[in-house]
């Protein structure tokens, strides 16, 4: 499975962003599908997951603003980011792994090359 993300950009904190992440290859099996994110000097972090069947999970930290959603028939995932703060500033990335539920605490086996976000004004 290759994993190819866009739309991060600079954007004022209240505002919003739509990253979109590209699957190609395997993609047949059953999977969790997420975003990840890694703040500066800081660890990696789960943002969100979805898996195959539509259940959602999400970090208590962007729960209410981010939402998760994918779209099967263009094997695209999407995170839809709103009132985003400068703590959301980060590189995100899209991540894979087969099973039939998301647990953002486990490793992933596939994951893009990340596209960069900053909230700043």
């Known amino acids: 499975v290759q994993l190819v993300e866009s739309g991060g950009g600079l954007v004022q904190p209240g505002g919003s962003l739509r990253l979109s992440c590209v699957a190609s290859g395997d993609t047949g099996m059953s999977v969790c599908m997420a975003w990840f994110r890694q703040p500066p000097g800081r660890e990696r972090e789960g943002v969100a997951g979805?898996?195959?069947?539509?259940?959602?999970t999400y970090a208590d930290s962007v729960k209410g603003r981010f939402t998760i959603s994918k779209d099967n028939a263009l094997n695209t995932l999407y995170l839809q980011m709103n009132s985003l703060k400068p703590e959301d500033t980060g590189m995100y990335y899209c991540?894979?792994?087969?099973?039939?539920?998301?647990?953002?605490?486990?490793?992933?086996?596939?994951w893009g090359q990340g596209t960069q976000v900053t909230v700043s004004s």
């Open positions: 979805i898996a195959w069947h539509g259940t959602t």
């Open positions: 991540a894979a792994e087969v099973g039939d539920y998301c647990d953002l605490a486990t490793v992933f086996d596939y």
